[in-house]
């Protein structure tokens, strides 16, 4: 069965060589849980992917882009360039939230954990039933 599975390819991918190594990889894919994209009929995973191959199921350009991904070892990074983009006149930027300027920020903010409560406290808004209104849940365990 295979060797017509593999006739049935050729004309998919022209060179036999770049189709078995297609072909191993996306077995390879499909016994590490790759989704199936034909019926496996009860075929052994490399027939099943010279079929998604044959039924053109799976791109081959993606296999191709699959298998030299998985082969590579270094992965170019595209750098920074070297010269950075000009920059907005003052007048044209729109304000950006940043550091504080040091030189005229010289007293530093001091909180108590208490007043921290005491101030997020003050943000909850109050409901009927955390106030303790007849017929909440707290009065009900009392």
């Known amino acids: 069965m295979a060797r017509v599975t593999v ?17 191993a990889h996306r077995a390879r894919t499909i016994a590490g849980g790759g989704a199936i994209t034909v019926e496996p009929d009860n075929d052994k995973n490399p027939v099943i992917a010279l079929r998604e191959i044959a039924d053109q199921t799976v ?4 296999m191709r882009e699959s298998l030299i991904h998985s082969i ?11 010269v950075a983009a000009p920059l907005l006149p003052n007048d044209r930027r729109a304000p950006v939230l940043g550091r504080d300027d040091q030189s005229t920020d010289t007293v530093v903010d001091v909180m108590t954990e208490e007043q ?3 101030g997020l406290e003050a ?20």
């Open 72 to 82: 590579q070892k270094n992965v170019e990074v595209d750098e920074p360039e070297a």
């Open 116 to 118: 921290l409560l005491r």
């Open 59 to 62: 791109s081959s350009d993606d």
């Open 123 to 142: 943000l909850t808004p109050t409901e009927p039933s955390a106030t303790g209104a007849t017929g909440g849940p707290r009065e009900r365990g009392r």
């Open 7 to 23: 006739e049935d390819c050729v004309d998919k991918v022209s060179n036999r060589f770049e189709l078995v190594l297609l072909a």
